[in-house]
């Protein structure tokens, strides 16, 4: 499946994947949408990050979002680059990403990057992989509590997006519970309460664009000027093979 194609085509192009058949996502209608009512905020897996980084009510009401989606790569990246295709993005390992390189992974029996080149791996929850998910959008709709809707031959689903990933002892090949043939068609996040606070903070190597050394997205209730307590924790990003919640 291939939506804005900044990932995939880095993939067919490299060989790392060789599909007998590419689905066009682009050419399903109502994927390209925000939604924003009582309910919180749908928003379409075909939306690019662009339009969720500059959308107002995001930008005043879902900080965490907008500020994530505003700090993947660049805006050329941005402007096609969907947020279906960021929740759903593989790994930036390098040994995943050479094509003469049969890591477990991609079916081998080894993860080189234990010995090997493993600067930018997990340093939380890994085994027998240590890749980290390269998603900043997911670390900040994880802390805003959102859901995403899955569409296949057997029906639809909806889930927490926490539980859409799953760690690497779970399955080492792939990121997340799709099963083949399913898509995930929209995201939707809950109204945030009154007196909510969040941002994203996303610590990386180079000045110019870049993928998270570390990010952390925190979505707080305020009582006043102060944190309230045991309300939802702060998600660290790139450190763990999905959004680790921290204290
Ligand atoms: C140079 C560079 C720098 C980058 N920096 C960052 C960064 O700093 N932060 C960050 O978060 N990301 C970064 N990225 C990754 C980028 O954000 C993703 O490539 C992009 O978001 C993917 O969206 P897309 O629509 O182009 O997906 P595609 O390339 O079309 O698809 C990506 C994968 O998702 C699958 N897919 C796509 N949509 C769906 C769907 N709706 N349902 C099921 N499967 C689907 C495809 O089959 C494919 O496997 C970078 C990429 C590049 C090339
Ligand atoms: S971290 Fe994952 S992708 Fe990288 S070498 Fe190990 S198994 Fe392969």
Redesign the pocket.
Known sequence: ??????????ELKEYIETPKKVVN?KSIPGLDEIKADSSGLTIG?LVT?TDIAAHTTIQHHYTVLAEAAA???SPQ?RN???L???L???PRCWYYRNPDIICLKKGGDTCYAIEGLNKYHAIFGGGPVYIVH????APALIALGATVKIVGPNGDRTMPLEDFFVLPDVNPQRENV?EPNE??TEVHVPQPKAHTKSTYVKIRERGS????LVSVAANFEMNGGNLQQGKRRPRWGRSYPLAFQGS
Request: aromatic share 6%; proline share 3%; with cysteine.
């Open positions: 499946m291939i939506a804005g194609g900044t990932d995939l085509l880095g996502l897996a990050l700090s993947v790569a990246i096609v680059g969907t279906g295709g960021n759903c993005q593989r390269p998603s900043d959008t799709l898509v995930l664009f870049d993928f998270a």
